[in-house]
T-cell receptor
Framework: TQLLEQSPQFLSIQEGENLTVYCNSS?????LQWYRQEPGEGPVLLVT?????EVKKLKRLTFQFGDARKDSSLHITAAQPGDTGLYLC???????????FGTGTRLTIIP | NAGVTQTPKFQVLKTGQSMTLQCAQD?????MSWYRQDPGMGLRLIHY???????DQGEVPNGYNVSRSTTEDFPLRLLSAAPSQTSVYFC????????????FGPGTRLTVT
């Protein structure tokens, strides 16, 4: 079973600060996704990274896939209250497209 | 397009009761799946289907049955509910097993007493 560990589990910061959350595994993934989930709703896909070392930017969010395709990070610049939510990473194993989800990082941005 | 829809939104069952959680998508997606979400455990795959008439087990299939008679619908059945099945259930779909973009429904919060 492939495991994805996310850290930190909880993060509460002031509006305007920067933050990074991490997604780590001992397994290699063919692709890795990041989702954001708000209370009472299903996860919404933010980005998919597929190449080792790949960096993708989505406005103030920067996603990076590790060179060895075992880990990923999400960096948010100048956090806003609208960034509040549960952030989930999910990896697809090599040769197995079923997704394994991480345990999530619950982010709270304080106005 | 409605995307992925799930009913009911909330449900309370007594131990031993049965019920079906409904899931439908209108995007003509081949791949559909069911997950459960529990605190501190992320989303775990229960069952999935790569097309009408084809289903397979995920990580935590025990106590759940599925069928896929049409492309649009993928119901999840609990034959004899147990307190351990108290969870939030999400249905998801994507174009194919190999495609990346996955869409989730709004979830069903199930409590088994």
């Amino acid at each position: 079973t492939q495991l994805l560990e996310q850290s930190p589990q909880f993060l509460s910061i002031q509006e305007g600060e920067n933050l990074t959350v991490y997604c780590n595994s001992s397994s290699v993934f063919s692709s890795l996704q990041w989702y954001r989930q708000e209370p009472g709703e299903g996860p919404v896909l933010l980005v998919t990274v597929v190449t080792g070392g790949e960096v993708k930017k989505l406005k103030r969010l920067t996603f990076q896939f590790g060179d060895a395709r075992k880990d990923s990070s999400l960096h948010i610049t100048a956090a806003q209250p609208g960034d509040t939510g549960l952030y989930l990473c999910a990896g697809a194993g090599v040769g197995n497209e079923k997704l394994t989800f991480g345990t999530g990082t619950r982010l709270t941005i304080i106005p | 397009n409605a995307g992925v829809t799930q009913t009911p939104k909330f449900q309370v069952l007594k131990t031993g009761q049965s019920m079906t959680l409904q899931c439908a998508q209108d995007m003509n997606h081949e791949y559909m799946s069911w997950y459960r979400q529990d605190p501190g455990m992320g989303l775990r795959l229960i069952h999935y289907s790569v097309g009408a008439g084809i289903t397979d087990q995920g990580e935590v299939p025990n106590g759940y049955n599925v069928s896929r008679s049409t492309t649009e619908d993928f119901p999840l059945r609990l034959l004899s509910a147990a307190p351990s099945q108290t969870s939030v259930y999400f249905c998801a779909s994507r174009w194919a097993l190999s495609s990346y973009e996955q869409y989730f429904g709004p979830g069903t919060r199930l409590t088994v007493t």
